[in-house]
């Protein structure tokens, strides 16, 4: 069964730091790489940061230097390590397979989401 549970956001002046987790399914985790994802109000979802089952990571430009992805494949899970936030950086934040993944059904096919974590960054 596909599960992805995010969590660890919440409230920060701007300057500090936050450390999100995401507990993936084991069918998803294993063998692919996973992404931290982030949608701001009124905005389209971005991917931010993206980590491969070797280990070795990406970041979207407004992030490099400032956030770190990591995983535990031991644990199934993915973190998020933010630090200097901004008020820019305010959004929900999802983590995800990379690419996300998709639901096909008889009928339909979406993309699978989790409930997210909302970061909001202010004084």
């Known amino acids: 069964q596909v599960q992805l549970v995010e969590s660890g956001g919440g409230l920060v002046q701007p300057g500090g730091s936050l450390r999100l987790s995401c507990a993936a399914s084991?069918?998803?985790?294993?063998?692919?790489?996973m992404g931290w994802y982030r949608q701001a109000p009124g905005k389209e979802r971005e991917l931010v940061a993206t980590i491969s089952s070797g280990g070795s990571t990406n970041y979207a430009d407004s992030v490099k230097g400032r956030f770190t992805i990591s995983r535990d494949n031991a644990k199934n899970t993915v973190y998020l390590q933010m630090n200097s936030l901004k008020p820019e950086d305010t959004a929900v934040y999802y983590c995800?397979?990379?690419?996300?993944?998709?639901?096909?059904?008889?009928?339909?096919?979406?993309?699978?989401w989790g409930q997210g974590t909302q970061v909001t960054v202010s004084s």
């Open positions: 995800n397979r990379d690419p996300p993944i998709v639901v096909v059904t008889a009928t339909r096919q979406y993309a699978y």
């Open positions: 084991g069918s998803i985790f294993r063998i692919n790489a």
